[in-house]
Nanobody, 127 residues
Framework: QVQLVESGGGLVQAGGSLRLSCAASGRTSSIYFMGWFRQAPGKEREFVAAISRSGSSTYYADSVKGRFTISTDNAKNMVFLQMNSLKPEDAAVYYC????????????????????WGQGTQVTVSS
């Protein structure tokens, strides 16, 4: 199993920045991809960004490209999401998730591909 703990959420004004962190523990050697998803009230969960364990591959939702940056610190088994130029529509609960190795074809933008999830951290953006 893999345990995930997110941190870094909070209240920020539109145009501001936040940095989310996610610490993984347990079977971290089996992690293939780490991703961030978000869910706003009344809306479905949506993909935000994903990064391969090596950090060599990154993927972003169109809505956050150029504003958000995902990164990883393998030594500490952590993944980060730097969020700049935040907009009110970015407000949501942000979830960290991991996708374990062992599959040949995965779609990192699909939440159902991920094996473990964190408890989420709230991001609120005031206009």
């Amino acid at each position: 199993q893999v345990q995930l703990v997110e941190s870094g959420g909070g209240l920020v004004q539109a145009g501001g920045s936040l940095r989310l962190s996610c610490a993984a523990s347990g079977r971290t050697s089996s992690i293939y991809f780490m991703g961030w998803f978000r869910q706003a009230p009344g809306k479905e969960r949506e993909f935000v960004a994903a990064i391969s364990r090596s950090g060599s591959s990154t993927y972003y939702a169109d809505s956050v490209k150029g504003r958000f940056t995902i990164s990883t610190d393998n030594a500490k088994n952590m993944v980060f999401l730097q969020m700049n130029s935040l907009k009110p529509e970015d407000a949501a609960v942000y979830y960290c998730a991991v996708l374990l190795s062992g599959r040949t074809k995965v779609s990192v933008k699909r939440g159902y591909e991920y094996d473990y999830w964190g408890q989420g951290t709230q991001v609120t953006v005031s206009s």
